[in-house]
T-cell receptor, first 111, second 113 residues
């Protein structure tokens, strides 16, 4: 069974601080996605990474896919209160159709 | 595009009643997924359709759960009879194909009392 472990589970920081959240597995994934979910809404896709070692930037967010395509990280620079939410990583299995979600990192950014 | 549309947004029902959740995927998306989210278990895949055909229903908890996709623009998830442990938020998501990123609906919060 493929599992994705996210850490930390919960993070509370002050506005302006930097942070990194991690997504780890012992399995190889075809691709990995990051989503952000706000209360009362469904997850919203932020990025998809496909190539081992790939780095993608989305404004203050930097996403990296591990060389072996087993892990990923999300780094947020100068966090803002609007970054508050549940961050989910999701890996597409090598069979190509089943996406496994991690349990998420709940981020709270204080003003 | 209005995105993935789910109804109802909230459902409160008594144990033993039938519950039907509805989903309209994004037009042109060939893959549709039903997920269940709880604090304890996170997001769990229940069933996946490709071109209206169920491909993987291994996540459906038991025979009380059934899902249909009669056409490309509509899917239902039915629970009969419902039980308190079915209380969760149920999400429908669609994508262009199975390997693409998903667009989620806003979910249906189900409470079975």
């Amino acid at each position: 069974t493929q599992l994705l472990e996210q850490s930390p589970q919960f993070l509370s920081i002050q506005e302006g601080e930097n942070l990194t959240v991690y997504c780890n597995s012992s399995s190889v994934f075809s691709s990995l996605q990051w989503y952000r979910q706000e209360p009362g809404e469904g997850p919203v896709l932020l990025v998809t990474v496909v190539t081992g070692g790939e780095v993608k930037k989305l404004k203050r967010l930097t996403f990296q896919f591990g060389d072996a395509r087993k892990d990923s990280s999300l780094h947020i620079t100068a966090a803002q209160t609007g970054d508050t939410g549940l961050y989910l990583c999701a890996g597409l299995n090598t069979g190509g159709f089943k996406t496994i979600f991690g349990a998420g990192t709940r981020l709270f950014v204080k003003a | 595009d209005a995105g993935v549309i789910q109804s109802p947004r909230h459902e409160v029902t008594e144990m033993g009643q039938e519950v039907t959740l509805r989903c309209k995927p994004i037009s042109g998306h060939n893959s549709l997924f039903w997920y269940r989210q709880t604090m304890m278990r996170g997001l769990e895949l229940l069933i996946y359709f490709n071109n209206n055909v169920p491909i993987d229903d291994s996540g459906m908890p038991e025979d009380r759960f059934s899902a249909k996709m009669p056409n490309a623009s509509f899917s239902t998830l039915k629970i009969q009879p419902s039980e308190p442990r079915d209380s969760a938020v149920y999400f429908c998501a669609s994508s262009l194909s199975a390997g693409d990123g998903y667009t989620f609906g806003s979910g249906t919060r189900l409470t079975v009392v």
